[in-house]
Structure formats: C-alpha cells, structure tokens
C-alpha cells in the first residue's frame, strides 16, 4: 500500500474504526485486527494446521508425557509387554505403539481452539497488522466500505467516520456525528484542514504527499 507502516497504525490506533483486513475478509467489520483473525474462519483453519503440526512434531520429546498417555488409553490394547503399560516408561510406549500417524492424531486430540484465541487476543496486534493491512473501513453513515487508500481524513469531531475527497470538495459534513465545517469568507476546505490539523490520505501515500506540498504552499501564502 506504500504508506508508512507506523502512520497508519498510529492513525488505527486513534480511531476506533472498524475495517476490514487483508486476507481476513471473511472475519467481517473489527476495530482491531486480532478479533478480525479469531472471527476469520480461513485464518482460524490455518492457525489450527500449524499448531498442530507442531503438536505432532514434538509430540515424542516436548510432549512425550501427554503423547505417551494418549497411547496408553487409545492403542493400550494392542500391548504386549510383560510389564503393566501403567508402569513403563513414557518412551517405552512411545517406541511399541507410537508412529507418525498417530502423533498426528494425537495432535488434533490435543489442540483446543480456545489456546488459539487466547494466544491471539493477546498478542501484539502490529505484527498481524503488518500480515494483515487494512483494506477498507467502515462507513456508518452510508453503511458501506470505503477503501482505505480513499480516505481524504477521519472526521475531527468523532474520529469515526472517514470521508472522502470528492464528497468534502468544499465543505465538511460528518453523516456520524453531524460536525460541519464553518468556512469563513474566502475560505475553503483547505483552511478547514489547516486550522484541525489533520493528516490528510492516512492510508494513500502519493496522496499523503500531494496533500502535505499543498498545505505548507497555503501556509507560505498566508505568511
Ligand atoms: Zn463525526
């Protein structure tokens, strides 16, 4: 998308929108990115096949115990040791009975969705944001998405409702909130933007730019 990586969490973390993310379409709406991944069936899927890939991987060494009890209860009866299988070693158990398959059936035993949701809610969001930009945000006034790169600026009043350029050609009107701009004689939208101070194109970089060279050209006018 080309825009800072740091402007447009900055810009995600002030305001409480809810978007859409890359690859986690079918999650829906969310103001933050992890509840979009826990609601996204697809990402939930493949968080669910690495884990318990993992799971199987190290099912005999960093999971020998848990491994080996599963082995007990599913495949004891096929047993045929002297000793008690209660009373043999974890990896004693674990060569007799153990092979590939079943350590990948162990795993899908193991694994509890819950783990995933919480390890996810309680990650650092910046990470997934970095996988996962955001695409478009929400609209509630039209009730619809605006695609990120068109989002001329974030209502100043609010914070929840993104505009676009061509509906604030030259006044501001927030559909949420209802702030409006009151432009004085001989003013127009980019007074309006100078006075609030607010970033223009957060999520539209080349806009971002074209933007900011017109805003300092004003400010060097009115001098
Ligand atoms: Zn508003």
Same mark, same amino acid.
């Given at each position: 998308m080309g825009v800072p990586l740091d402007e447009w969490i900055k810009t995600i973390r002030r305001h409480p929108l809810k978007y859409k993310f890359d690859g986690l379409e079918?999650?829906?709406?969310?103001?933050d990115v992890r509840e979009a991944a826990v609601f996204s069936e697809s990402y939930m899927d493949d968080y669910a096949e690495k884990e318990t890939d993992y799971y199987a991987k190290y099912?005999?060494?960093? $999971?020998s115990e848990t491994y080996a009890d599963w082995l007990r209860r599913?495949?004891?009866?096929?047993w045929d040791g002297k000793k008690n299988i209660n009373h043999c070693a974890d990896s004693t158990v674990i060569r007799a009975l153990g092979t590939d398959q079943r350590a990948q059936e162990w795993a899908y035993w193991y694994y509890e969705p819950d783990w995933s949701w919480e390890g996810i809610r309680a990650d650092d969001p910046e990470y997934l944001l970095k996988e996962h930009p955001p695409i478009e945000c929400w609209s509630h006034a039209y009730e619809s998405g605006v695609p990120v790169e068109d989002? $001329? $600026?974030?209502? #100043?009043?609010?914070?929840n409702e993104p505009t676009t350029e061509e509906e604030t050609k030259d006044r501001f009107y927030c559909g949420l909130c209802g702030a409006s701009s009151c432009l004085g #004689?001989?003013?127009d939208i980019v007074d309006f933007i100078i006075a609030l101070d607010l970033s223009v194109y957060p999520f539209n970089s080349a806009k971002h730019a074209e933007w900011k060279a017109k805003i300092e050209a004003r400010n060097l006018v009115s001098q």
């Open positions: 079918d999650g829906g709406w969310h103001k099912a005999t060494t960093e $999971f599913e495949h004891g009866h096929e989002v $001329f $600026f974030l209502c #100043p009043s609010c914070g #004689p001989g003013e």
